[in-house]
């Protein structure tokens, strides 16, 4: 039996199917006498503030190992269990209703997801499962219950099958446990996606309710490059893909394949990175240099801003795990939307996907800007670091965030502190008035980096956590790939470079036609340097330019995303045949 679904994290992974489902929780109606609502009160913020370590424990190891974009997940559920709106109105309705904490926090996540539904706004809707999340967690500490996770213990090779996994639950999995999960539903830019292309488990979603007709127990074969699962394999088959069952020795290594084996003219493969010992693996991995330093791991998880001085140290210690001549892109604080920071107390806002977000939020916070600035400026004295704003949507922001850079050098220079006067700046792509403009912001940027994250979403009016909607956040959609095109043209036309450090530069598929479109740089996690570098190297041995070049001027005219998907498949079948993950 062969499914077929949405790859959502790389790699093919051979193992035993284990089903699991989440615990059904029963529902609970119970009221209590009015005698009984102080300790009931107690019992519920006790509760509350269980899930909450809970969650703080969770983002701190995060934070500790470097995975900045899941311990963002957990900010966000963080964020939820301070929200009146929800875990407030659950505890008005122990007070006004004498509710049980279960009914009454039932009651309040039924009225907020009821609520969400009318409005039809994608943004809130991706919400929704961080709100069950965090609702369930509360309810499942009052009722003694662990996570569907954490019963798993002891057995090796499991390839997970689950209608969806919740974010909390997501970033417990354990690659020396599960080597690959298949899901029912999901998008390949979901939460969960995210997370397992961060841990490195291959994946695939979006598959449908057949997968319940696999028994537990089963072998499994996962590709989640081709979005295929096949169950009970054959020999034969295993051995097309490159290794019999008893070869397959687990690739543990990060990047078992090094970057120098690739040929000559090649794009510059980078790293996307969000702590100093990131940078350390992207270095011994052979990485060219970071394509992106997120800078808001610095912000998150503490009770104050950090100070220049930290910032500084911390730029210049990247910079020197690299060495002076590797580029090392600073992208300046990114918060807002999905990545709410609690330090910054801003009011809530209907859609903050559309409202203050990136460079918005730093334009209005110039003092975190400014001290962002001097320390990067500071650090740029030891290395190639170039800054990379984020969210630029005209050219007046563009224009007001130079302007700041450049006051900000004057003042450097006239307390004479050494630093890079010529130092980079450029543009993150990831809004479709950026695209359009282009042609004008290249006369003024030094280099673009296209956050595809975004602006998949943000040019499909699509939600990137939403199921329903997840062929068109498709990266391979042909609108997308002209605006890509446009813009790699754009700057090619005044002899500045285009990198891509959204999720779509390790996505295998668009491999070939992103080299065809000539982009100068893969910026991916450290868990993809590996297979991408495998697909770059395919490029001086196998593809001619002009072949890419025509592959991807022909995906352009074609109608589906999935049309994109079967024509790379056919034209570029050597991609889809990789070593297995047990």
């Known amino acids: 039996m062969q499914l077929k679904g949405i790859p959502a994290s790389a790699g093919v992974a051979w193992g035993r199917a284990l089903q699991i489902q989440a615990s059904e929780l029963q529902h609970d109606t119970h009221r209590i006498t009015p005698l009984l609502v102080p300790a009931e009160l107690s019992r519920f913020d006790a509760a509350v503030g269980q899930a909450g370590e809970a969650l703080a424990s969770i983002q701190h190891s995060l934070l500790v190992e470097g995975r900045i974009e899941e311990a963002e997940i957990i900010e966000v559920q963080l964020f939820l269990l301070k929200d009146r709106e929800l875990v407030g109105k659950a505890r008005d309705k122990i007070v006004q209703m004498q509710y049980t904490s279960q009914a009454a926090l039932e009651e309040a996540m039924t009225e907020v997801l009821d609520t969400i539904r009318q409005l039809d706004h994608a943004t809130f809707k991706e919400r929704a499962m961080d709100i069950e999340d965090v609702i369930h967690r509360i309810i499942r500490v009052l009722r003694g219950e662990k996570g569907v996770l954490e019963g798993i213990v002891g057995t090796e090779g499991l390839v997970l099958i689950c209608d969806h996994l919740s974010p909390s639950e997501a970033v417990l999995l354990n690659p020396r446990t599960i080597v690959g999960v298949a899901v029912v539903y999901g998008s390949a830019t979901s939460h969960f996606a995210i997370i397992a292309r961060s841990i490195g488990i291959p994946a695939v979603v979006g598959i449908g309710m057949g997968l319940h007709d696999i028994l537990d127990g089963q072998p499994v074969l996962l590709n989640g490059t081709s979005g295929t699962v096949i169950v009970d394999p054959s020999e034969g088959l295993l051995e097309e893909y490159g290794r019999t069952e008893t070869e397959f020795a687990c690739e543990q290594a990060v990047c078992p394949m090094p970057m120098q084996a690739m040929g000559g003219d090649r794009p510059l493969l980078m790293s996307n990175i969000s702590s100093l010992s990131e940078a350390i693996t992207a270095q011994s991995c052979g990485a060219d240099g970071i394509g992106l330093f997120r800078t808001e791991f610095l912000f998150m998880g503490r009770d104050s801003f950090p100070e ?72 740029s004295a030891y290395g190639n670091i170039k800054l990379l704003f984020p969210m630029i949507a005209t050219m007046g922001e563009w224009k007001q965030a130079t302007a700041i850079v450049e006051e900000v050098k004057t003042e450097l220079s006239r307390s004479g502190t050494a630093f890079n006067h010529h130092i980079e700046t450029g543009i993150m792509i990831e809004v479709p008035s950026a695209a359009i403009m282009a042609d004008r912001l290249a006369q003024e940027a030094d280099f673009f980096s296209i956050g595809t994250n975004d602006l998949i979403q943000y040019t499909m009016a699509a939600s990137r956590n939403s199921p329903s909607l997840r062929e068109l956040h498709d990266p391979l959609q042909p609108a997308v790939l002209r605006l890509i095109h446009r ?50 190297s395919l490029q001086s041995e196998r593809w001619d330019k002009e072949y890419l070049r025509q592959s991807a001027l022909e995906v352009m005219d074609l109608d589906h995303a999935s049309d994109v998907r079967r024509y790379v498949e056919h034209r570029f079948p050597e991609l889809f045949m990789q070593p297995f993950k047990r």
């Not at 001549?325 to 990545?339: A, E, H, L, Q, W």
């Not at 390790?506 to 491999?511: D, I, L, N, R």
């Open 487 to 536: 813009v790699i043209r754009a700057a090619h036309d005044r002899n500045k470079k285009v990198s891509i450090c959204g999720e779509m530069a390790g996505e295998t598929a668009a491999v070939p036609l992103l080299l065809g479109m000539g982009l100068d740089a893969f910026s991916v996690s450290n868990e993809a340097l590996s297979s991408v570098s495998r697909q770059l």
């Open 308 to 379: 220049e001085e930290e910032q500084f140290e911390t730029y210049r210690a990247i910079v020197s795990s690299f060495g002076p001549g590797s580029p090392i892109i600073i992208r300046t604080m990114d918060v807002g939307g999905d990545k709410p920071l609690a330090l910054l107390m801003l009011e809530d806002e209907d859609n903050p996907f559309l409202g203050n977000r990136g460079m918005r939020i730093s334009l209005m916070r110039q003092d975190l800007l400014r001290t962002q600035l001097r320390a990067a400026l500071r650090a």
